[in-house]
Structures are given as structure tokens and as C-alpha cells.
């Protein structure tokens, strides 16, 4: 993960009023929509489990996997750019 998406994970980490909002939001729908295709959410559900034990490796990866595509990678960006305002 680079050092933005760190510091966009630190953020939302520490505000939960920011995360929800952002959860609610085109840009966060579009993102869970990435992060769940596939499997119907199962790898997300054990990464978020994986995370909340201290071990958010598998979290990585899957953000790691959606920033690979151009469409991917623009929503991270937009998500850094209205987490930032």
C-alpha cells in the first residue's frame, strides 16, 4: 500500500463519522461493489476480521487488487481527494 492510501486508511480509522459517510457515498458503494465482486463479500468479511485482529495484510491486498486497473485506481483517488476536504 502506498503511503497515501496509509494515511487515507489512519483517517477513517480514527473518525468513524467520516467512514460512514464515505461508506454512504457513490465513491465508497463503488468501491464495496469492487472489493465484494466475485464472492459475494467472503474475502472482504475475513479481511475485515483479519484487520480487527491486528493483521490487516489480506486488507492490503485487496486494495492493492483494485488500485491495479485505471477505474480502480481513479476511485482510490477521488476517495483520498474527498477524505483530504
Known amino acids: 500500500m502506498d503511503d497515501k492510501t ?3 486508511v489512519n483517517q477513517l480509522k480514527g473518525n468513524p463519522a467520516m467512514l ?11 468501491l464495496m461493489q469492487m472489493l465484494t465482486q466475485g464472492d459475494q463479500g467472503a474475502a472482504l468479511q475475513r479481511a475485515v476480521q483479519s484487520a480487527a485482529k491486528g493483521r490487516p495484510e489480506e486488507m492490503v491486498k485487496m486494495v492493492n487488487q483494485v488500485m491495479q486497473s485505471p477505474e ?14
Open 72 to 85: 480502480g485506481a481513479d476511485l482510490v483517488e477521488r476517495i483520498n481527494k474527498a477524505v483530504q476536504k
Open 20 to 30: 460512514r459517510a464515505l461508506m454512504q457515498s457513490q465513491d465508497g458503494q463503488a
Open 6 to 8: 496509509s494515511r487515507l
